[in-house]
């Protein structure tokens, strides 16, 4: 699945060409593209119809489109299609969207050929000739209309309020995240990946930052001092900030940017998907192991294991 670099790549595209535009009209093409829409699919386009997109937001992994406007109230309500929607109401409203193990964000002109798998269309108010469009390979993501968490700045879904900030958010409290990981006492590969704790880091990325910290994945998080916990942070960061330098990591062509191109990071991964690869530090081969119906890659040298 995309991680914080993959979905900020993706973020920066919406913000670029999608940001500031007026909803014309939304075509759902596939029902499971709005599933977590329980309203259906009628109400979503009906409800979208003439609002504004605000500027694209990101928390870790997950990304919304903030909505402002006044909308078809009145066409709503005469048709039946969904309630009375009023600019009170819209100002707190975010489209939600899941991008899954194959959700692309594409931004395409209206006239190019649709996608095999385009599950959403959204076309705008305006003489740009482009078209927001979501496809799906394998219908696990989807988009959704949410109410937002009441006075917060960034219009955040109320959803998803209970995800953590990212390492990359200048809000993010580092003392605070070290005294959190304390307190957890689990593994620090576990912690990395529990989005109430910090978000964006996956798999990829966590396998990654560990190397750089020379950290095995089963360290106990009571084990560590605030400057090893510093220290991680920072190997964490920098690691994003290189994949976000060169679009994110793609192993396969279902991840792309709005505009359909790959990102470049798998070239310079430096533990994950490596197995059996020299360690770039001391040579030895860097070993994969089952964790969590996942794998872990790491060097048996650099990140040796906790004594038990």
């Known amino acids: 699945m995309p991680e914080l670099p993959e979905v900020e790549v993706v973020r920066r595209g919406l913000e670029r060409w999608v940001s500031g535009r007026t909803v014309d009209a939304v075509e759902v093409r596939h029902p499971r593209a709005i599933r977590r829409h329980t309203a259906g699919a009628a109400d979503f386009a009906a409800r979208l119809k003439g609002l504004r997109i605000g500027v694209a937001c990101r928390r870790g992994k997950y990304l919304w489109l903030p909505v402002t406007g006044g909308g078809p109230a009145a066409q709503t309500a005469a048709e039946g299609i969904g309630p009375m929607i009023t600019p009170s109401v819209t100002h707190g409203l975010a489209i939600l969207a899941h991008l899954g193990m194959s959700g692309q964000l594409l931004v395409q002109p209206q006239d190019a050929p649709d996608e095999k798998h385009l599950r959403i269309?959204?076309?705008f108010a305006?003489?740009?000739g482009t078209e927001l469009r979501f496809v799906d390979q394998r219908?696990?993501?989807?988009?959704?209309?949410?109410d937002t968490v009441p006075g917060d700045v960034d219009h955040l879904p109320d959803v998803i309020a209970h995800i953590a900030r990212d390492p990359l958010d200048?809000?993010?409290d580092d003392a605070a995240f070290h005294d959190a990981l304390r307190r957890r006492r689990t593994t620090i590969k576990r912690a990395l990946l529990d989005q109430t704790l910090i978000s964006?880091?996956?798999n990829i990325y966590a396998d990654e930052a560990l190397w750089r910290?020379?950290?095995h994945y089963e360290r106990p998080t009571a084990t560590f001092t605030r400057p090893r916990t510093a220290e991680l942070l920072g190997h964490v960061r920098d690691v994003m900030n290189a994949a976000l330098a060169v679009g994110g990591t793609s192993f396969d062509s279902l991840y792309v940017n709005v505009n359909g191109e790959s990102g470049y990071f798998e070239r310079s991964l430096d533990a994950y998907g490596r197995e059996d690869e020299p360690c770039r530090r001391c040579g030895t081969p860097i070993r994969r192991r089952p964790w969590m119906n996942r794998s872990s890659y790491f060097c048996p040298r650099?990140?040796?294991p906790p004594r038990p």
């Open 139 to 146: 219908t696990f993501g989807g988009l959704s209309l949410h």
């Open 121 to 123: 269309r959204v076309r």
């Open 213 to 215: 910290a020379r950290l």
């Open 200 to 202: 964006g880091v996956g």
């Open 302 to 304: 650099c990140q040796r």
């Open 126 to 128: 305006d003489a740009l």
């Open 170 to 172: 200048p809000a993010f």
